[in-house]
């Protein structure tokens, strides 16, 4: 549910929620509203709330019925003062109150101001037979109606007594029953207040807090701390919101343990990797020093064993600054059209003096159509050769060394690059993860070998850049095989070709943007 729904609801709720309660209270109230004198009075059809003189009569009938027994029974009870005011007290229940006239002289009131204005207006003295009907008059004193009911009565002296019951008809409804009907409304406000502040506090502030609640833990970097909810609308959206950031805020907190220890690790191995030949540097400088390379053919030696191993670190801190680069996914390239046979001719070409001074054997075989071409960085698909056979030479441990670099058509679309030797090979566990950043294998873990463990990873991202794909196949003992698929370049015959060449021509353009942005 949202918020503009449960405001509706609220709204709707405090609106008629009130209304229909106190219709309530009022038929309830109002139809059993308790009579002074213990009785009920019933305003079943409520003209009690109306100015109606019949209806306002009806009101002290009881009374007047009961002073009418008391004339009969006890006239001298009615000079009483005491019961006089006991009766009046009841009666202003009812917006009513006494006058008694002793012949022409006011005997009793308990309303003097309202007596004095009534008093001089009131009809003589009738006589005992008026106590045979209801005797009632209606007057209108300052802009008030009352209804006026006379009873008349006589002592044992024959003083003449006139008892009168004036009831105020423009307010007739009695004290009891506006003091419960306003109560009974104090009573519903509070409670639909109450009703909807319970609401609005489970179904918002309390969900706020719980939000409030998961941000302070976010921000004293506790990332574990969930809030699962089935909640709709506005509420629901921002827990899962929650949710989305702190997995992401995890996940990154993650990677990022993960990247300063692989740093780490990337750190000692470089420095292991650098204190080697260092060493050897070293040994070999002071051993031209001191004068122990004393022939020619030995100070060849040296200064040969010194140009490889300053080539070593050469390529290992050029491994180390490609590396920036597919870190920061800024890679320069530079597409071009290659003819398949002719490019891997002259790799080849280079890389079998290499193998020739080392003393390994190359075997090359090209098996796709000599026209085939595919669409690549000269230097950088170099870079991924040179990477995966420096790879073959480390990891070498037989008498007979042997590379095979072989070109397939893997399908119509694409060629298979397939480079194996005949090394140690590459154990299974290990072979899912050679291609991952810093990964090493524990067996090239020593000083022959080296290795930073980005080399395998460079030449994936370079491969995936491509539109390719490389994996390995492996056997421990017997060797391993790389294979490199890429797709063909195929030039279009339809009537689509000039529309094709813009968007090669665009792609290559853009190809270019990229590579000054990079170069930037």
Request: charged share 30%; aromatic share 8%; net charge negative.
């Amino acid at each position: 549910m949202n918020f503009r729904q449960k405001m509706a609801i609220a709204f709707t709720t405090m609106l008629f929620l009130p209304l229909l309660l106190t219709a309530v209270s009022f038929l309830v109230i109002g139809n059993y509203t308790v009579h002074p004198e213990g009785g009920v009075i019933r305003l079943r059809d409520y003209q009690t709330l109306t100015e109606d003189l019949e209806t306002s009569s009806r009101l002290t009938d009881s009374y007047y019925d009961m002073l009418k027994h008391e004339i009969r029974s006890d006239p001298e009870k009615l000079r009483d003062r005491e019961y006089l005011e006991h009766v009046s007290k009841k009666l202003e229940e009812l917006n009513s109150f006494l006058i008694v006239r002793s012949g022409d002289d006011l005997y009793y009131t308990d309303d003097s101001a309202k007596a004095k204005g009534l008093f001089r207006n009131l009809p003589a003295w009738q006589g005992e037979d008026i106590n045979q009907e209801t005797a009632q008059y209606s007057y209108s004193v300052d802009n008030t109606q009352y209804l006026v009911k006379q009873l008349d009565f006589a002592d044992a002296s024959g003083t003449e007594y006139s008892i009168f019951i004036l009831t105020r008809v423009t307010s007739i409804v009695p004290r009891a029953f506006l003091v419960r009907m306003a109560l009974a409304i104090t009573v519903i406000l509070a409670a639909t207040a109450l009703l909807i502040l319970r609401w609005f506090n489970n179904g918002v502030l309390k969900p706020i807090n719980q939000l409030d609640v998961a941000m302070d833990k976010i921000r004293d970097g506790n990332l574990d701390y969930m809030l699962p909810t089935d909640e709709k609308g506005e509420i629901g959206d921002l827990y899962r919101s929650y949710e989305d950031m702190r997995l992401r805020l995890k996940e990154s907190a993650e990677e990022k343990l993960n990247q300063e220890k692989a740093n780490s690790e990337l750190i000692r191995n470089i420095s292991h990797d650098l204190k080697t030949p260092i060493t050897s540097v070293k040994g070999y400088v002071e051993g031209l020093m001191d004068g122990v390379a004393n022939t020619p053919e030995k100070q060849q030696k040296y200064l040969q064993t010194i140009y490889n191993k300053a080539s070593d670190m050469d390529r290992l801190i050029n491994e180390l600054t490609l590396y920036a680069r597919i870190d920061n996914d800024r890679i320069p390239y530079n597409f071009h059209r290659i003819n398949v046979t002719d490019y891997f001719a002259d790799c080849v070409d280079e890389i079998g003096m290499d193998m020739e001074a080392r003393g390994i054997e190359l075997d090359y075989s090209n098996l796709v159509d000599p026209a085939t071409q595919i669409i690549a960085d000269p230097e950088q698909l170099k870079r991924v050769i040179n990477n995966i056979i420096s790879n073959s030479v480390k990891y070498m441990d037989k008498n007979h060394q042997k590379i095979a670099i072989r070109i397939r058509d893997e399908q119509e679309d694409s060629i298979r690059i397939e480079i194996e030797d005949n090394g140690r090979g590459i154990a299974a566990r290990d072979l899912s993860h050679i291609f991952d950043r810093f990964y090493r294998a524990d067996s090239s873990r020593n000083s022959a070998t080296g290795g930073s463990g980005i080399g395998l990873s460079i030449v994936k991202k370079i491969v995936e850049d491509h539109g390719g794909y490389i994996w390995a196949t492996s056997t421990e003992g017997t060797g391993t095989c790389m294979h490199i698929v890429l797709r063909k370049y195929k030039e279009r015959t339809d009537a689509s070709v000039d529309g094709s060449a813009r968007q090669v021509k665009q792609e290559e353009m853009q190809d270019v943007r990229e590579e000054k942005d990079s170069d930037h």
